[in-house]
């Protein structure tokens, strides 16, 4: 076995094993604790070859030309998409798999009703002989990375093992990797250990098991996604919500934007909306051409995760984005629906599962309105329309992504890398519904803001392995990151109120809702700018609203309508609220209820009987 250090800006050296010293000091790496857990690693897996990752340009170049070499990654048009590459996922391997998803804590009541759960000691047996030898005639790769800016207090060091070339590129472009992690992380033992294989991609030995008691995770059989790059749902909502609990901080699956108001006033808004239900169009967004002439400037924070904590000293809440980049979806995303994603992924971004056009461009269903006469798919087949309406093939995968970084944005927030986050003025909800729930309205109070969170329900998407389109309960959209029990995470979320001074206004938006034919009444996307400037006004106690059951709503008058073409009746069928309806939608959240059942907090308990005796 050798262990390559190329990647140290010398071309060309590798360090036999046996030159791990005593000290642990290897390839510049000194953090002992780092190395013990390398050993460990390198014992059970049996690579080739270790790998360390700095995170140089050198190293990332030479990592891209392998994954090229290795037919991981297809080049693509370097004049139309300058160091962009297409990967191709395993097939059986396209997205987060909830049923191989688990919380591993000793009892069965820290992992809570909604979570897949087993021992920690079990987890460890069934796994080990999994991971046992998996990367014989493979390298192993030495991820340490970061999540959050350096010096923030909430900053959390991981190192990622894994066996996977895309996985170490992916960390590098979504995470801060390398030699800045380490320099963070400094002598100290407290880093999240991640270990990662690949393995045979056999769905039926795949696992995502997290050991919020151990601050670790092993992941193998999945190179896609969240399941895979350790750091974003594993780390940063499941551990993260975890020790947010005991330190009293929020992980949410959240995105942050900023928004600037012609009089230079700036809101920080968090929204939380389950997995491809508008976060990152909704993160950066770009506002209608008359708002945008008036001066409203939208900036993008995160798109994704949200780490919020209360600031001591003037009791308001903060946030950071703990991640570098955007994994975002690809279909429906355009030059039209969201220019912000097209600029940040039109260099140096890796795209998964789409289609390959003839020229080296990439193609995905909803990128153009005309489909390409040819291509080839996400599989590897040709397509054409003509194939695509005998068959019904996607020529990309519903899930497709791009993997992209942060600062290709051109809406990135000043304040994206500041350690001190930004201060947080409100916290929008939302879901995919067709039916039942309105565009938006406004809690009464941070108690009822944490029930209508709770209650959630959304259409399930392809961001899931599963049956899509059909409602389910997703209290903040956190239901497949929750790293505890959700009894605890509703009064956790409760009692945060009493830290906070000013707490910010808290809303529901649903940008799905649709008419009779099956069509979108809300035309989303950019538009959705008329209802933030409602909430924004809101958050500062200006915009008018009524009160209804609900909570707080605009009538048609209390919204910049204008130049909009939507008349008052369509208006006011988005804004209906049908009180047969509405008895079934609490029905529906019984679901959530009964799997609380004896436990759950009184405030949820309260809320409902309140709600219902309004109806
Ligand atoms: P994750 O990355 O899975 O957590 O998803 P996300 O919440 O960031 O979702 P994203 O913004 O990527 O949107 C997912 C899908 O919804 C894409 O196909 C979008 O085009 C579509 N979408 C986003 N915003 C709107 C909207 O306002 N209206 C409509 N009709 N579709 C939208
Ligand atoms: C989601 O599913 O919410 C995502 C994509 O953001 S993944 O990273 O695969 O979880
Ligand atoms: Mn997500």
Partial sequence: MSIATANRDVPGISVRPENFNSSGVHGGIANVHV???????????????????????????????DAVNEGV????????????????SNPNDVARTEQCTFICTTTEDDAGPTNNWMPPVTAKELLTPLFSGCMRGRTMFVVPFMMGPAGSPLTKVGVQITDSIYVAISMGIMTRMGDVALKQLGDSDSFTRCLHSVADCD???????HFPQDNAVWSIGSGYGGNALLGKKCLALRLGSYMGRQQQWLAEHMLILGAKAPSGEKTYIAAAFPSACGKTNFAMLIPPEKDRKAGWEITTVGDDIAWMWVDKTTGTLRGINPENGYFGVLPGTNWQTNQNAMQSMSHDTIYTNVALLPDGDVWWEGKTKEPPAECIDWTGQVWTPAIAATTDRKAAHPNSRFTAPMTNNPALDPAANDPAGVPISGIVFGGRRSKTLPLVFQAFNWVHGVYIGATVGSETTAAAAGQVGVVRRDPMAMLPFLGYNIRDYLTHWFSMRKLMRDCPRIFHVNWFRKDASGKFIWPGYGENMRVLKWIIDRCHGRAYAVETPLGWMPQPQDLDLDGLDLTPDTFAALQSVSHEEFKSEILGQEELFLKLAGDLPKEMIFQRELLISLL
């Avoid at 769905?203 to 098991?209: E, G, K």
């Fill in 203 to 209: 769905p039926a030995r795949r696992y995502i098991c």
């Fill in 35 to 65: 190395h013990q857990f390398v050993q460990q690693a390198v014992k059970l897996c049996v690579p080739d070859q270790v790998f360390w990752c700095n995170g140089s340009d050198y190293e990332r170049n030479r990592l891209l030309a």
């Fill in 73 to 88: 990654l297809i080049p693509l048009n370097p004049r139309k998409l300058p160091g962009c590459y297409l990967h191709r």
